[in-house]
């Protein structure tokens, strides 16, 4: 491990970038941990507060410090600021300053955009805890109940990294950003975050099993962009970021899985497609949550054409998926980049300038990485020999933002009139009966080792420890 990468525990807030020798920023952000201990304990994990969760900690920032799992209540989570370790002699790899330094302070001309930015990301980890803080609740296991805990308060951490970097580098305006994210409340109509996607409720455990694996997975997606960022503490804030964000994928795609797993036994066992009569869920409502969440997910990708976007790309502020291993010249003047649109009521493919429609290519490599685990759970049913397949929606479909948001696409990709989308939106999008439904399963199953009947145990426990072992200690 490198020097200086230790995370400083015995510091008031755990961090590796020296932060005792920068004595302002210091005191800066020992006024605003107060203040976020108030909103955690505001809008964090309703009625847990004061309960043990196994947790893990980072306690370095290299691939092997994700080791340090403990029994600990949540407000006593060591958050604090983890940037990945340097890179030595990083530059610049894309854009008009390709090849120049990366910059370790905010280049004044770039400053706004750069907030904007950060501002954007930062609102999206403590929206996440919001709409989440009720779940607790209906827990379908403590082992589930413990996987909420972690994603809480990892998605704490990450707003922690971006008023980091507000408050490190943006001065004043930084300080007042960082306070903001502190007061923005999801699905508030007064002060919203700024996000469509963060606004939605999450009220069910159907929902947040769909949420963390694609609207978690966005997230992957922005962060691996920023995460090529000439602003190197960006870069290596993203970085580590990156590592957490994994466990919460892995989270939506096991617990949606483990959901399926469980809907095809009943399927079997009852000899029946009609599995809600005998406590599951059913795939037609399983698919019809995964149109709503995919669709929504889509949206926060922007709009296919966007000037906002090449603009970022060509001041070296956010890249592209992957960007460094790239064989192109990372500068993308004379490239272009074919997208999807509607000529009227046909769906078509047009080549347009790649610096435009970076929001798309990033799209594109979203929608790969969904495919995958539809693939995991198709195999699921397969497995049990059932003949249906779930899919992802048609990009067009259900799209508030870009070029699909002045039509109705079905789920197979077809424009249709308002009239058929009226006539069958029913069979696309969860009802409000559907939703009822769902909450009608939604029984809290506190003791150890059980699981509540509408998804099955996952294959293994965490940290090697059983499925009994107590994830969270209720008492
Ligand atoms: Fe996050
Ligand atoms: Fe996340």
Known sequence: MAPGTKIDYAERIPNNVSLAENRRLLRALEE????????????????????????RTAI???????????????????????????????????????GQPAWQEVPGEYRGVLRRLIVTQGDTEPASVEQQRHLG???PSLYDLRNLFQVNVEEGRHLWAMAYLLHAHFGRDGREEAEA??????????KPR???????????????????????????YQLCALAESGFDPLSRTCRFM???????????????????QRTCELMREHKTDDVRRHGGIDLPTLQK???????????????????????????????????????????LKEASYPITLHDGDRIVTREEPA?????????DDYIADCQRGVDRWNAIIKKHGIDVELRLPHRGFRRAIGVFADVRVSPEGRIVSQAEWDARKDEWLPTEQDAAFVQSLMKPVIERGMFANWIAPPARGIDGKPLDFEYVRLD
Not at 38 to 54: C, I, L, N, R, S
Not at 355 to 362: A, P, Q, V
């Open 32 to 55: 605003w941990q107060p203040r976020f201990l108030h909103w955690w304990t505001d809008m964090g994990p309703e009625g847990y507060q004061a309960k043990e969760a196994y947790l």
């Open 60 to 98: 370095s920032v290299d691939s092997k410090g994700w080791a340090h799992f403990d029994h600990v209540k949540m407000p006593e989570y060591r958050w604090g600021i983890f940037l990945a370790e340097p890179e030595a002699g990083r530059q610049i790899p894309f854009g008009a300053h390709k």
């Open 137 to 139: 609740r209906t827990c």
């Open 181 to 190: 994210l502190l007061q923005r409340r999801s699905g508030d109509p007064d």
């Open 194 to 220: 700024i996000l469509g996607a963060f606004n939605e409720r999450t009220p069910d455990w159907l929902s947040f099993y769909m949420f963390t694996y694609f609207t978690d997975r966005d997230g992957k």
């Open 242 to 260: 990156l590592t957490e964000e994994a466990h919460h994928m892995f989270v939506g795609e096991t617990g949606i899985g483990r959901i399926v």
């Open 289 to 331: 949550y995964l149109n709503f969440h995919y669709s929504v997910s889509l949206d926060l990708f922007g709009s296919e054409i966007s000037t906002n976007a090449a603009n970022f790309y060509t001041a070296g502020l956010k890249g592209r998926f992957e960007e460094t291993k790239k064989p192109d010249d990372h500068l």
């Open 355 to 363: 610096l435009t429609t970076l929001n798309e290519r990033l799209r």
